[in-house]
């Protein structure tokens, strides 16, 4: 029997989506026949040499569920998926030859550990590449600036002057039925992962499954049905419950849905319910995501670097019992430990939490940010390369921040944020 050729794969990396996907469409535009893929790397969840996963059990969790809602929605397309569990630079080379591959479509990336993944493809294969994970896209950006600025507030001021957002792209319509290539790929297991089964903890403020449908329907649900948007600036500094903030990160975060689909929907409810400050604030949040990805870009490896992008040559602790203490909720301050306790526990912690335990690492442990970092990876649900790494530079001293020396408070803090540790009574009483 003479094996079909298929043109093209689409590579789902952090896109897992087919609404607003620009490779999608592209690879539909531009092929004969098609086909996605996806590949689940096992070194993505050994252990580091600090003695925690790459990848941690809660976002492997959330992604298996995404690359499933991927999967049955590729289907109503009549497009199959590719699902393989392989060291990705020995399953591209064979898929690529089994399915005769001519051309593969993906979201263009820029940082190191994407760009070593894709020297995996053979140099005859076309590589076609575009930006799809931005509020501004890259060519406006260009328009405003040459380098991008130290301070956040210059970029979010240019942005909202002189550039617009650009429209969504829809669902494509069904391949037809005769060019679809009927391969059925099972999705791993956690178990297959490595991980136990595991139920989410009960005082868990995210306890939503991923996926580009149900990242839809908490988008709707915050926004239309709750109308918590409406409140998200006096709220967006809680610690408790599922909607002091919009929770819309890890579906940000592996592309199952776009941040243009975000502002869209944002825009509506502003045209049709309420426009207020709160929903300005949330807008105000999307573009310090662009923020950190265009740093990311313009600063390269220096992104990942021990001194930072602003830095200078500061000494960092590698103690491995202060960063044990740290990691396990044992330090002195509470408020620092019921917020790394949430997280070993859930996967997840508030903005609010993030800042503090960032901040209480680097300026007063003195730990290697990079370290720090590299936890939040490992265990953060909704973790994102770029807002993780940028975010961590600012609270080090050694990226963003207009004011480097800064040092939280964590006393203080609680007392603002927990005024009747309510918070800390949920995760040290426990």
């Not at 969790?61 to 397309?77: D, G, I, N, P, T």
């Amino acid at each position: 029997m003479q094996k079909q050729k298929i043109n093209s794969l689409v590579w789902f990396r952090n896109n897992l989506r087919v609404e607003d996907n620009s490779s999608l469409i592209n690879a539909i535009n531009n092929s004969d026949k098609i086909i996605g893929f996806i590949n689940i790397d096992p070194r993505d969840f050994i252990s580091t040499k600090y003695g925690f996963k790459k990848t941690e059990k809660y976002r492997a969790k959330f992604f298996l569920e995404s690359v499933k809602e991927l999967k049955s929605q590729l289907e109503k397309l009549n497009i199959s998926l590719i699902i393989t569990y392989d060291y990705l630079d020995k399953s591209i080379p064979q898929i690529i030859k089994q399915y005769e591959i001519e051309k593969v479509f993906l979201q263009k990336e820029w940082t190191r550990d994407e760009l070593l993944e894709e020297s995996y493809f053979p140099k005859n294969i076309d590589l076609v590449k575009d930006f799809n994970q931005f509020l501004y896209s890259p060519k406006d950006v260009k328009t405003l600036y040459d380098n991008i600025p130290r301070g956040f507030s210059n970029f979010r001021k240019k942005c909202e002057k002189y550039l617009s957002v650009d429209n969504i792209l829809p669902i494509p319509k069904p391949l037809n039925n005769d060019n679809k290539i009927a391969i059925d790929y099972p999705i791993p297991s956690l178990s297959d992962l490595g991980f136990n089964l595991f139920e989410v903890h009960k005082n868990s403020v995210f306890k939503f499954n991923g996926g580009e449908i149900n990242g839809k329907k908490r988008i709707d649900d915050y926004f239309f049905n709750t109308k918590n948007v409406s409140n998200y600036k006096s709220t967006r500094n809680g610690l408790i419950g599922e909607n002091y903030s919009s929770k819309f990160s890890p579906w940000l975060a592996n592309g199952s849905v776009s941040v243009k689909y975000i502002y869209n929907q944002l825009k509506k409810y502003e045209s049709e319910v309420d426009k207020n400050d709160s929903t300005y604030w949330l807008y105000f949040e999307l573009i310090w995501r662009d923020f950190f990805k265009y740093v990311s870009m313009q600063h390269k490896d220096k992104f990942f670097s021990k001194d930072g992008i602003y830095g200078d040559n500061k000494e960092w602790s590698t103690d491995i019992d202060i960063l044990s203490n740290w990691i396990n909720g044992k330090t002195n301050e509470p408020f620092v430990n019921a917020n790394m306790i949430e997280l070993l526990e859930t996967g997840f912690m508030s903005n609010r939490g993030r800042q503090n335990v960032a901040n209480y690492l680097t300026k007063e442990l003195k730990i290697d940010w990079r370290i720090g970092a590299e936890y939040f990876e490992s265990m953060l649900i909704d973790y994102d390369v770029h807002s993780n790494y940028g975010n961590w530079l600012y609270n080090a001293g050694i990226g963003n921040d207009s004011m480097p020396f800064r040092k939280f408070n964590p006393k203080l803090q609680s007392e603002r944020y927990d005024p009747n540790k309510l918070y800390e009574k949920t995760w040290l009483d426990d």
